[in-house]
């Protein structure tokens, strides 16, 4: 089969492929700006004689962990018309994707899933899960007035100061998109409102995104860098009491929300949200902001990828820095390793951005070896926080 770049005389096809597969409808006068957006991406597709039979975006962005930014390929527009399925096209597809990625210098690639298991088989993992809390109308009751104030605006009102906040608060997290201006103003608003809270010094400290609709407010995002900015946002959130029956706010796992309120027993939902995946494991290890550790011990990780071959091999991590050992043409590291830790690209992976501590997957049995090395591995990784508030 030949997988083809798909250029602008493809762009119809593409978003009517897209169309028909997710369910959805353009509106005619919408056509032309959505075609001008796939000028940002990479198309891979598959064609059966003339007609696109299946087809893979790729965005070059941006992610972090912590303060170090890692170049991101996004995967999107995963699709197959139902008369061309089960031919291996994704399958091809995304073996070609990881490739192109390798190339373009992408260290990681992200995804949101249909279906999970259908990703792990290319090494994707779970690394970020999203928490939905839902607050009744009865419970919208403010905490102490706080001396900040807040300013509203839409996305033509679009401020340097929340893009400030926002960078703050993906600093304290991993896996979060560095989100530039374009980013903000192409795929962040929609029909949202932006609350930006300023402090007693007037430095913004928070945002919310969020609509009013139906008697609902739904908060897209809930960001803040101090507990005076939290408090302020809710305050303002309990503002629009006589507006709505119910909020549902989209949180971090890790966000001390709703700890804090008057009564914090509320309805609350987690799922797994968005996949990652390491696609150059040598250029990850080597950026990768490890733990300064006591012990001059060196560390063998085991690596397996048979997506992605040129990441199977050995790496030993010491104070000198990464070294790689490939294995051999049609290798394998799936064995019991006798120094170190064997592991496959999805556990490398959920480990480095924090999903998984490496004891917990050592008792799963997803990294084999010793546990004076799993321990090793546990005090030199940082205690991430991982977390992702965008889509594509």
């Not at 972090?64 to 089960?86: D, N, Q």
């Not at 150059?280 to 902001?289: D, E, R």
Request: glycine fraction near 6%; proline fraction near 5%.
């Amino acid at each position: 089969m030949e997988i083809k770049v798909l250029t602008k005389e493809h762009y119809l096809q593409s978003m009517k492929l897209s169309e028909y597969a997710f369910q959805y409808n353009v509106p005619e006068s919408d056509i032309p700006k959505r075609l001008e957006t796939l000028n940002k991406h990479r198309l891979l597709g598959i064609f059966e004689g003339n007609e696109l039979a299946s087809k893979l975006h790729i965005l070059s962005l941006k992610v972090l962990l912590g303060e170090t930014e890692w170049k991101m390929g996004g995967i999107a527009g995963v699709a197959t018309y139902p008369e061309y399925r089960r031919k291996g096209y994704v399958n091809a597809l995304i073996k070609k994707a990881l490739a192109d990625m390798n190339q373009d210098g992408s260290i990681v690639s992200f995804l949101h899933p249909f279906q999970i298991d259908f990703y792990r088989r290319f090494g994707w993992e779970i690394i970020s899960d999203n928490r939905k809390v839902t607050v009744e109308k009865i419970n919208l009751r403010p905490v102490e007035i706080q001396p900040g104030k807040i300013k509203r605006h839409t996305e033509k009102g679009h401020t340097s100061d929340i893009e400030m906040v926002y960078r703050q608060y993906a600093g304290m997290h991993s896996g979060m998109l560095a989100r530039d201006s374009d980013w903000w103003n192409s795929s962040v608003y929609g029909s949202q409102f932006a609350a930006v809270y300023y402090d007693s010094e007037n430095e913004a400290a928070g945002y919310l995104l969020y609509e009013v609709k139906d008697n609902i407010m739904k908060v897209e995002e809930y960001v803040s860098l101090t507990n005076e900015a939290r408090k302020g946002l809710w305050n303002f959130i309990c503002q629009h009491d006589s507006m709505v029956d119910q909020v549902e706010l989209m949180l971090s796992v890790h966000d001390p929300f709703p700890y804090y309120l008057k009564e914090p027993k509320l309805k609350t939902e987690i799922s797994p949200y968005f996949m990652g995946r390491i696609v150059n494991a040598t250029k990850a290890l080597s950026s990768y902001p490890f733990l300064n550790s006591d012990s001059d011990r060196k560390l063998f990780i085991h690596l397996d990828d048979s997506a992605a071959p040129w990441n199977t091999g050995a790496y030993l991590i010491s104070r000198e820095g990464i070294k790689f050992y490939p294995v051999k043409e049609g290798g394998s590291c799936v064995r019991e390793p006798k120094r170190g830790l064997h592991m496959s690209i999805n556990s490398l992976t959920a480990v480095l951005f924090g999903y998984k501590r490496p004891k917990e997957l050592f008792e799963l049995e997803l990294i084999k070896g010793d546990l004076e090395a799993v321990e090793q591995l546990e005090k030199i990784t940082p205690p991430f926080k991982p977390f992702f508030y965008d889509f594509f």
